[in-house]
Structure formats: C-alpha cells, structure tokens
C-alpha cells in the first residue's frame, strides 16, 4: 500500500488484505509461528485420539481464539511502536501489556480445553 491508506474495493481485495496480515505476522512473530505449530499438533492428537465432533470443535474454536488473539496483540504493539515510536509512555506499555494479556488469557482458555478433551480421551482407555 506504500504508506496510504484506501478503502477495499471489493471482498477479494478485502481478502488479499488480511492474508498479508496474517503472512506479514507469521513471519515476524516467533510466537505465532509457535502457536501455529501446537494447533497443527493438537489437531493431529485429535486424529489420532479420535476426539468426538463435539470436542473437536472446541479445540478448533480454543486454536482460532488463540490465533487470533496473537494476530490483535501484533496489531496493537505495531500501532502503538507506530505511534510512541522509541519513547517509553506509561499508556504505551499498558496498551501492549494488556493485549499481551489477551494472548495469556486465550492461551489458558485452550490449555483448558485440551484438558477437558485429554481426560475424555483417557476415560475411552480406562
């Protein structure tokens, strides 16, 4: 976009957008691409666990929450590196720490979850 902003003319650019975004953060956070290989995992546990739909769905939902939770803690810490540049501003840290904040709770929530469908599992083997 070379610095301007402009609407989206139509969904597929709208689309191309938020691919680049989601691309742009898989390339600069090393958490993401962590978490990114834990949903991969947890998915492929499932497969092999034979998660029922029900609980599958929940841990869809716990890696997209994750997910994107991660993709707004980039977004919020690029603006406020945006705005506050190298300056240190009690606002500023409070902004990124609070979205940080949002990651740690969306991440609880999915180790929550992958408990829940874990002792499920185990209960089927017992």
């Known amino acids: 976009m070379n610095g301007k902003i402009r609407k989206c003319r139509n969904r597929i650019e709208s689309f191309k957008y ?8 898989v390339m600069r956070e090393k958490s993401f691409r962590f978490q990114i290989f834990c949903a991969i995992a947890a998915v492929i546990a499932c497969i092999i666990f034979q ?10 939902f716990a890696i ?15 603006v406020v ?14 902004a990124k720490d609070a979205a940080a904040g949002a990651v740690l709770l969306a991440s609880i929530f999915a180790l929550i979850v992958a408990g829940i469908v874990a002792l499920d599992v185990v209960r089927r083997f017992i």
Do not use: C, Y
């Open 18 to 25: 938020a691919f680049a975004g989601i691309r742009a953060t």
């Open 51 to 60: 998660v029922d739909g029900w609980h599958f769905a929940l841990v869809g």
């Open 64 to 78: 997209f929450f994750v997910l994107s939770m991660e993709l707004m803690n980039t977004a919020i810490e690029a």
């Open 81 to 94: 590196d945006l705005v506050a540049g190298q300056k240190s501003h009690p606002l500023a840290k409070m």
